[in-house]
């Protein structure tokens, strides 16, 4: 090839190369992802936020306030499963681009457990309440005190009374969580994490959903994670602050959901545990827009959207 000829197709081959890197490095936003199918819905409530420029915080707290007022949602606020006691006791946090958190547990008669963990980071001194203090405070709010079970759940737990046998069904309803996690057009992360927890827990049980660093982790940095499951296993290895750890450190989100998960995997064989009695899924999503998630069997699933549109993606999974 002629001197001329062979430096035009290298300089070709060169800005393609470019092309590519960019392409690879370039910054897919906005974009959310949330825990399960009901997340589908969910997305559809956050992307009408990020869609018009609007903040990742605004987007992930309307989103899951979507299964929170669902009556027919039986694992997240309104409707949810009740503890062994027949009350239903609410888990939930936030946390935005600026490491602001908020966060409530056993919190009993609210249907958004979200909104009143967001009005515990922006408006108290703490990042935590609990229990009674933390309806004290709904109420001092402006929440409404209602009654949030509904007549399905109360007959499920009056069945469940006559054997009182606690022992979660991996992926049967019988827990179930709604994680969120975004990526705004300006580039910032949020994430928020609401449940009911496990049905017919001991009444007091919190679970990983409301403690930040094991059911959500947001920085800003670097990356956002949520898990859903047997929260008891996520909070043993403060699963979602190691997610965001392991992709500080370069993994991919995929690739830090999977360690994640084997951590978890690995200390249930420390303690002869039966691994196959417990569900745990992390979803992941980096500064870049990418996104990953893996669980310890089948069964997890997640919602992704962004510009080209909302999906239901199948994890991954340890138990082959
Ligand atoms: N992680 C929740 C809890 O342990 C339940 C779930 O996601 O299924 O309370």
Redesign the pocket.
């Known amino acids: 090839m002629a001197a001329a000829a062979l430096l035009a197709n290298q300089e070709a081959s060169s800005k393609e190369n470019v092309k590519v890197a960019a392409g690879k490095n370039a910054v897919r936003k906005p974009v959310v992802i949330s825990t399960w199918k009901f997340g589908l819905e969910a997305n559809e409530a956050a992307w009408k936020i990020l869609k018009d420029k609007g903040r990742a915080l605004d987007a992930v707290e309307a989103g899951v306030m979507v299964p929170e007022a669902d009556p027919k949602e039986r694992?997240v606020g309104y409707g949810g499963r009740p503890d062994r006691d027949g009350r239903v006791t609410l888990?939930a946090c936030i946390m935005d681009e600026f490491s602001n958190i908020g966060s409530v547990a056993a919190l009993e008669f609210i249907k958004h457990p979200v909104s009143v963990a967001r009005a515990v980071m922006e408006k108290t001194p703490h990042v935590m309440l609990v229990g009674e203090g933390a309806l004290q405070f709904a109420l001092s709010q402006g929440f409404k005190k209602e009654n949030l079970l509904v007549e399905d759940s109360e007959k499920e737990w009056k069945e469940w009374l006559k054997t009182s046998n606690y022992k979660p069904v991996v992926n049967i309803e019988n827990?179930?969580?709604i994680g969120m996690i975004a990526l705004d057009e300006m580039g910032n992360l949020s994430g928020a994490c609401t449940?009911s927890?496990?049905a017919y827990k001991m009444h007091g049980r919190v679970?990983?959903?409301p403690i930040i660093g094991a059911?959500l982790y947001v920085d800003n940095e670097v990356g956002a994670a949520t898990?859903?499951?047997?929260?008891?296993e996520?909070i043993r290895i403060a699963g979602c602050h190691l997610v965001v750890e392991l992709m500080r450190q370069n993994r991919s989100p995929q690739e830090a959901c999977i360690e994640a998960v084997n951590r978890v995997v690995n200390l249930m064989k420390l303690r002869k545990k039966e691994l196959k009695d417990i569900q745990v899924g992390f979803i992941a999503l980096d500064k870049n827009g990418e996104h990953g998630s893996y669980c310890v069997q089948r069964g997890f699933n997640y919602a992704v959207c962004d510009a080209t549109g909302n999906r239901l993606i199948d994890a991954d999974y340890h138990l082959k």
């Open positions: 694992s888990d827990h179930d969580t449940t927890g496990m679970g990983d959903s059911g898990a859903t499951g047997h929260g008891e996520v």
